[in-house]
């Protein structure tokens, strides 16, 4: 054999198998790597879009810390606004507690001061009988000069 004829023969084996790798073998590899591309793309566009997401969702945390902060400093606001209203209804009924508490205690002080003249007024009435019964040393009829007792305690 001569080197031309080899040479051809190994060109027929190899132009065959550059054949049967183009219709058998290089169809599932390309797809596979197709394949792969698609899916490298698709994580690539997974990843962008969950980049977006967390940073939208960031944006909204941070909206709603914000809102959540405002709301809370309000209701704080409110809250102190409140107890100082409290606080002020507290003290003024506190106060008109004890006005009526002193209030009371006048009337108290009043009605004994009364009770007291009343009863100063019936044993300066009974000492004038006594007194006038002593001088006259006569007996006295109460019942007989109620009228005239009754006059002296109200003149006293």
Do not use: C, Y
Request: proline share 1%; glycine share 2%.
């Amino acid at each position: 054999m001569s080197i031309n004829a080899t040479f051809w023969a190994q060109m027929v084996v190899f132009a065959i198998l550059v054949l049967f790798t183009m219709k058998f073998v290089w169809p599932p590899i390309v797809k596979a790597l197709d394949e792969r591309a698609a899916k490298i793309a698709e994580g690539l566009a997974a990843s962008d879009r969950a980049k977006a997401e967390l940073s939208a969702a960031n944006k909204r945390v941070e909206e709603e810390l914000s809102k959540s902060r405002t709301e809370n400093a309000a209701r704080l606001a409110d809250a102190e606004r409140r107890a100082v209203t409290i606080v002020e209804e507290a003290k003024a009924k506190a106060v008109e507690e004890g006005n009526k508490i002193i209030a009371a205690a006048k009337m108290e002080a009043e009605q004994q001061a009364v009770k007291a003249r009343e009863a100063l007024r019936e044993q300066v009435a009974a000492l004038a009988v006594k007194g006038a019964e002593q001088i006259l040393r006569k007996e006295v009829n109460a019942g007989v000069h109620a009228d005239l007792l009754n006059r002296l305690k109200t003149e006293l």
